[in-house]
């Protein structure tokens, strides 16, 4: 019993940072129709920045900064420079993988493949309740933030004019462009916003992996594009819990079974989600019928 709960307590801290990926992988889906593959690049090269600074001065919490204002200034000029020459989503998708292919090979040759530990003002070690291990004062720092930028995302959306607006430029463009809404500056602040994030989960990530490296968010890219199928592209609730799920799945199997075995977990619910719910578990009717 004190292993099942040490697994299902670890698998929700991972599930966090999961969810928070995959809603920065929603926010470009529901305003540009695009899966942006370049997500983990510009994470990656965002938390080397923060990285640097970090080691400048000293201060994790400057650093953890850094990484959020680097990755919305990634997302502003990959959304400016790059895909602005995306006429439709498969031109979309080429250009996101070039620039993978890009970011990857620049990090690689200016930071080199080596592994660089990332340092946190925070115990690892998990809490003893009981008798039983369950969270790391870390896990629960990263679950606060994960939590409490999800909530903000959903206020966002839900309750103030630019959400509003920033949705009727992605259901509705030609509509919203009548109404007067700039809708390509709509698309800008959302790939602002979904890199920020995504920067992000992949800076709070790498404390528990081993170091930072070029490739440190392929791993998380693929849990949580995962997740968003799951959940529904167009769902950042389905991003939320679907991000738990997985969590929770890779947790378990990994704990019970072996690490080995647990990307055919995630790979067998991805597919029961699939043939079930084509759309992901949390679409809505209007989305699937378009």
Not at 26 to 34: A, C, P, Q
Not at 43 to 62: H, K, P
Not at 141 to 158: K, P, Q
Request: proline share 4%; with cysteine.
């Amino acid at each position: 019993m004190e292993r099942f709960v040490f697994l299902l307590t670890a698998g929700v801290a991972d599930g966090v940072v999961f969810a928070l990926f995959a809603l920065s992988l929603v926010l470009i889906w529901r305003s540009t129709r695009i899966i942006n593959f370049a997500a983990a690049a510009m994470a990656v090269a965002a938390c080397y920045l923060a990285l640097a600074v970090t080691n400048l001065t000293g201060s994790y919490w400057v650093g953890l900064i850094t990484a959020v204002l680097a990755g919305a200034a990634f997302g502003w000029a990959v959304e400016r420079g790059i895909m602005q020459a995306a006429n439709n989503p498969l031109s979309g998708v080429i250009l996101a993988i070039g620039t993978v292919m890009v970011l990857q090979a620049l990090t690689g040759i200016i930071a080199g493949p080596r592994y660089r530990p990332v340092s946190i003002p925070f115990d690892d070690r998990p809490l003893t309740v009981g008798g039983v291990s369950t969270l790391s004062p870390y896990d629960l720092f990263t679950i606060t933030v994960a939590v409490a930028l999800m909530a903000g995302l959903r206020l966002l959306f839900a309750r103030t004019s630019l959400g509003l607006q920033m949705r009727a430029a992605a259901f509705a463009p030609e509509m919203s462009r009548l109404l007067g809404v700039q809708a390509a500056r709509m698309r800008t602040i959302g790939w602002v916003l979904a890199a920020s994030v995504g920067a992000l989960a992949v800076m709070l990530a790498v404390p528990g992996e081993l170091g930072l490296h070029p490739h440190a968010g392929d791993t998380l890219f693929v849990s949580a594009f995962a997740v968003a199928v799951i959940g529904g592209l167009d769902s950042s609730e389905g991003a939320v819990i679907g991000g738990l799920l997985v969590g929770i799945l890779i947790s378990l199997v990994t704990g019970y079974l072996g690490a080995g075995v647990a990307p055919l977990g995630v790979l067998a619910l991805l597919v029961l989600v699939l043939l079930v719910r084509p759309a992901g578990l949390f679409a809505s009717v209007k989305a699937r019928q378009v």
